[in-house]
C-alpha cells in the first residue's frame, strides 16, 4: 500500500474502496470492445488498477462504452446502468460515444451518449489503444478523490430530463420509470 | 457464348441475358418472373449453396437490382460442366413496384436476406413466410438504405432534435 495516500484511508475509507475496486460490467457494444479482452487479460492486465470484469450489472459499478450505440443498443445501455447500485461510473470508449464518430450521420446511431445517460469521462480516439483506459482509470481515481464523479447523482437529480429525452427516441419503454421525482430530490437531499 | 452453363440457359430460358463477369463469375441477367425457375435449374445444376441477396438502388433508372450470388459445396458436381465459376443471378424490380417472387422456396436461407432486404430497402417479397423486421428499432418513412433516403436531414429531425440535459437547473 501506497504510505502517501494513509491519511486518505483514514479519513475517507470508503471513497478509497471505491476507488480500487472497479468492477466493471462486460458489456459489449460496438468495435472498441475488441480491445477490452487484452485489457482485462495478461497482456496489459488491468486488475493493477483494480479493474475487474463483471458479468452481471448487479454487482458492478463501472460502465465502460465501447463504441457507437445504435438505438437497440441504447435501450440495453440504460437497462444495464440503471440496474447497477450506487455509486456507480460511466466512461465514454472511443470518438463514437462523444459525437457519433464516423456513424456521425447514420440512420440508426445516436450522437450524443450523455443526452441519455451521464457520462462521468470520455476516453478520445477511435481507437483509443488500451494504455487509455489505465489513464482513464486513474483519472477516474482522481475525480472520485474530488467528489467529482457524480454521474448517478446527476441522473438521481435530473431523472425526468433524462427519461424523457430516453422516450424521445425510444418511444414507449418497456419499464417505469426508476425514480420518482420527489423520491429522488428527498435522496438528493439526504445524501448530496 | 462459349460456356456451357450458359448455353444450356439460353435455351432453356426465354430473356436470359449472359454477361462474362470480370472476375470470373457468369452474371445471368433475367427478367423478374424468372428468378425462381432459374434459381431452381441452377439448384438442380449442382449450385447448391446461396452465398447472399444483395440490392442495389438505381435510383435514376428507377429500378431495384436484386443479385444472387450462387457458390456451390461440392466442386464435383459443377466440374461435369467443365467450369467451376461462381453465378451472379441479376433481376431488375421497378422501383414504384417493388416486389419480387421469394426464393425461400428454392433455398431456405434466403429467408433472412429477403427479410433485410425489405426491411432496408422496402421491397416486397411474394409468399415471404414473414417479413418482419430483422435489424431495426424505429419506424422509418422512407426504407433507410434507399438513395432518396437523406440520412443527414434524418439525423437532424431525430437525434438532433433531442436536447443536452442542463445540469445546472
Known amino acids: 500500500m501506497d504510505r502517501n495516500q494513509l491519511m486518505k484511508w483514514i479519513k475517507a475509507p470508503t471513497k478509497m474502496a471505491h476507488k480500487y475496486s472497479l468492477n466493471a460490467v462486460y458489456f459489449c457494444t460496438g468495435c472498441g470492445v475488441i480491445e477490452v479482452p487484452p485489457t482485462i487479460t495478461s497482456r496489459w492486465d488491468a486488475e493493477r488498477f483494480g479493474v475487474v470484469p463483471t458479468a452481471t450489472a448487479r454487482q458492478a459499478n463501472l460502465f465502460l462504452i465501447t463504441g457507437y ?3 437497440k443498443t441504447l435501450r440495453a445501455i440504460i437497462r444495464t446502468y440503471e440496474q447497477m447500485p450506487e ?54 481515481w482522481t475525480l472520485i478523490d474530488k467528489d467529482m464523479a457524480d454521474g448517478y447523482k446527476r441522473y438521481r ?18 419499464w417505469p420509470p426508476i425514480f420518482q421525482t420527489e423520491v429522488a430530490t428527498a435522496i438528493t437531499e439526504r445524501e448530496g | 457464348m462459349t460456356n456451357p452453363l450458359g448455353t444450356r440457359l439460353d435455351a432453356t430460358f426465354k430473356g436470359v441475358e449472359l454477361r462474362s463477369g ?3 463469375r457468369l452474371a445471368v441477367v ?9 434459381l431452381t435449374f441452377l439448384k438442380e445444376d449442382g449450385y ?25 459445396y461440392t466442386e464435383d458436381e459443377v466440374g461435369r460442366d467443365g467450369g467451376k465459376q461462381e453465378v451472379l443471378l441479376k433481376a431488375t424490380v421497378p422501383r414504384e413496384q417493388a416486389s419480387a417472387p421469394t426464393a425461400t422456396g428454392v433455398f431456405a436461407i434466403a ?3 429477403e427479410r433485410e432486404i425489405h426491411e432496408l430497402y422496402g421491397i416486397h417479397f411474394e409468399g415471404h413466410p414473414r417479413l418482419t423486421p430483422l435489424f431495426l428499432d424505429r419506424d422509418y418513412e422512407i426504407p433507410p438504405f434507399r438513395k432518396d433516403f437523406d440520412t443527414k436531414q434524418y439525423v437532424a429531425d431525430v437525434f438532433d432534435r433531442v436536447p443536452p440535459i442542463d445540469e445546472e437547473g
Not at chain 1, 110 to 123: A, E, F, T, V
Not at chain 2, 30 to 38: K, L, S
Open chain 2, 48 to 72: 447448391d449453396y446461396l452465398q447472399l441477396i444483395s440490392c442495389v438502388d438505381w435510383i435514376d433508372r428507377g429500378e431495384f437490382e436484386l443479385v444472387y450470388l450462387l457458390s456451390f
Open chain 1, 69 to 71: 450505440v445504435s438505438v
Open chain 1, 87 to 140: 455509486p456507480k461510473y460511466t466512461v465514454g470508449f472511443g470518438s463514437c460515444t462523444i459525437n457519433g464518430g464516423m456513424y456521425w450521420d447514420s440512420y440508426n446511431t445516436i450522437n450524443q451518449l450523455d443526452k441519455y445517460i451521464p457520462i462521468d469521462g470520455y476516453i478520445a480516439g477511435c481507437m483509443p489503444r488500451p494504455e487509455a483506459i489505465f489513464v482513464a482509470v486513474t483519472h477516474l
Open chain 2, 22 to 24: 470480370v472476375d470470373g
Open chain 1, 157 to 174: 437529480k435530473n431523472y425526468a430530463a433524462y427519461r424523457a429525452n430516453q422516450e424521445m427516441i425510444l418511444g414507449e419503454m418497456e
Open chain 2, 111 to 113: 429467408e433472412p436476406h
Open chain 2, 30 to 38: 433475367v427478367p423478374r418472373e424468372a428468378i425462381v425457375p432459374v
